[in-house]
């Protein structure tokens, strides 16, 4: 009698512990279901996927983004490769979340899915330390820009001078400030670059964002008539500087404003 008891019991067991196995299995396989397939570049195809190792077919019902603008409505029929279903979507024009509903056959049931991915300017999701890389580095290079402002004030603008305007010396760091400004336009061009890749990386809106990007293309296609200008300038001023030393060596204290 007791013997029987005990194998009673261990059956049970048996039949326990096989339903905890096959619980754990269970969730685990659902946990392992697409939850979001992640972040991709604006402007890209994507793939659509769906698994399900015995469904004949999975559609795709919806697909929204994050503020209920629908990109897509209707039955969409995915591609069936075995038991791998795919459809490639191309319509990312617009920064932010996307949400795709399907359903498919699974096991002769109907069963709906869900999942999301994001669409970002650079293709991928930007952490706290990279974001803090960014912000740091344009706050750096602000910086950078208003102390060359700054030091510029302290250099001089012309050559010595009497209270009559006669020249009594020749000052060459004032070539310096050429110089200067000729780093401050690069300096505010990169500015403007970063600025535009913070604006598309962190706002939704794209349109702020290309307004400084195309103020950094225009920077950009004008810098070779700057830099012509800056350096015609200096080898002006610096002709000018020669003839007026050449005057004071000879004692002749000329009149200008070089």
């Known amino acids: 009698m007791l013997h029987q008891i005990v194998e009673v019991l261990i059956d049970k067991m048996k039949k326990i512990l096989l339903t905890i196995i096959i619980g754990m299995f269970l969730i685990s396989f659902t946990s392992a279901a697409i939850s979001n397939l992640g972040t991709f570049k604006v402007n890209t195809c994507i793939e659509l996927p769906q698994t399900s190792p015995d469904a ?5 019902s919806k697909i929204t983004t994050d503020n209920e603008l629908t990109i897509v409505s209707g039955e969409v029929v995915m591609t069936k490769i075995g038991t791998y279903f795919n459809y490639t979507f191309c319509n990312t024009t617009l920064l932010g979340e996307y949400i795709v509903n399907g359903y498919g056959d699974e096991g002769g049931t109907l069963k709906t899915w869900e999942y999301t ?3 970002s300017y650079l293709g991928k999701e930007l952490s706290t330390s990279q974001s803090i890389i ?4 344009l706050g750096i290079l602000l910086f950078i820009l208003f102390a060359t402002f700054f030091g510029m004030r302290y250099l001089p603008k012309s050559n010595v001078q009497d209270e009559y305007g006669r020249i009594l010396s020749i000052n060459h760091l004032k070539h310096f400030r050429l110089v200067l400004w000729l780093f401050a336009y690069f300096l505010f061009t990169a500015i403007i670059f ?3 890749n913070v ?3 962190f706002v939704q809106e794209q349109l702020f964002a290309r307004i400084l990007f195309g103020i950094f293309s225009v920077l950009m296609a004008i810098s ?5 200008c800056i350096v015609i300038s200096f080898f002006v001023r610096f002709y000018h500087d020669k003839e007026f030393q050449k ?3 000879r004692g002749i204290y000329p009149e200008g404003k070089l």
């Open 199 to 201: 604006a598309f990386a």
């Open 134 to 137: 960014y912000l740091g580095l």
């Open 117 to 119: 991915f994001n669409i």
């Open 247 to 249: 005057m004071l060596n």
């Open 224 to 228: 070779p008539v700057i830099i012509i």
């Open 194 to 196: 970063l600025s535009s």
């Open 56 to 60: 004949t077919y999975n559609n795709i």
